[in-house]
């Protein structure tokens, strides 16, 4: 059974860092592509950052780029996803998510239930 | 970056109606088009991908079409557990867009 558990969400003040893992099981994990999707209290889903199964090629929304970084390792079945000079805008519950098997790349077949992100002073 | 606009925003329904839900890229696509439903705590779940090709367990109640910039999310008959958020996603380019959402609710 494919499983995702993120954790590391949290307050935090504006201009702070936090870092969130995605803990993956039940599945080849270094054969998907992984990403982090949004979703600030109330509103839609907004795609943040994807990774390659290698690890080799990264992607970033403009409004993360230069602040944010994604990264996995493999060897423990991690995705990870670094925040830097966070603002009140990054508020918002945090998903991994696995590239769809049948659907490929920017497709997610399975989530994380998500945590919890909030920015404020 | 590439928008997508759903239609409508909200839609009132009742059980055994069939829906049907728009989404509109703001340019080619081709068939990288994907349709999620949420419903409120928990995680969105993939329904359709490639436009028009059903997930493993989903029912087919669902069924999806559409290419290039113009697509559609039909549910055939509605049931009571289909009263949720949907939202349509283009896979073709990054960033990976979302459309802003549709809110299904009970008649």
């Known amino acids: 059974e494919v499983q995702l558990v993120e954790s590391g969400g949290g307050l935090v003040q504006p201009g702070g860092s936090l870092r969130l893992s995605c803990a993956a099981s039940?599945?080849?994990?270094?054969?998907?592509?992984m990403s982090w999707v949004r979703q600030a209290p109330g509103k839609g889903l907004e795609w943040v950052s994807a990774?390659?199964?290698?690890?080799?090629?990264?992607f970033y929304a403009d409004s993360v780029k230069g602040r944010f970084t994604i990264s996995r390792d493999n060897s423990k079945n991690t995705l990870n996803l670094q925040m830097n000079s966070l603002r009140a805008e990054d508020t918002a519950t945090y998903f991994c998510?696995?590239?769809?098997?049948?659907?490929?790349?920017?497709?997610?077949?399975?989530w994380g239930q998500g945590t919890l992100v909030t920015v404020s002073s | 970056d590439i928008q997508m606009t759903q239609s409508p925003s909200s839609l009132s329904a009742s059980v055994g109606d069939r829906v049907t839900i728009t989404c509109r890229a703001s340019?080619?696509?081709?068939?990288?088009l994907n349709w999620y439903q949420q419903k409120p705590g928990k995680a969105p779940k993939l329904l359709i991908y490639?436009?028009?090709s059903l997930q493993s367990g989903v029912p087919s109640r669902f069924s999806g079409s559409g290419s290039g910039t113009d697509f559609t999310l039909t549910i055939s008959s509605l049931q009571p557990e289909d009263f949720a958020t949907y939202y349509c996603q283009q896979s073709h380019t990054t960033p990976n867009t979302f459309g802003q959402g549709t809110k299904l609710e009970i008649k």
């Open positions: 340019q080619s696509i081709s068939s990288y």
């Open positions: 490639a436009a028009s």
């Open positions: 039940g599945f080849t994990f270094s054969s998907y592509a």
């Open positions: 990774i390659t199964g290698s690890g080799g090629r990264t």
């Open positions: 998510a696995k590239e769809s098997t049948a659907g490929g790349p920017g497709s997610f077949d399975y």
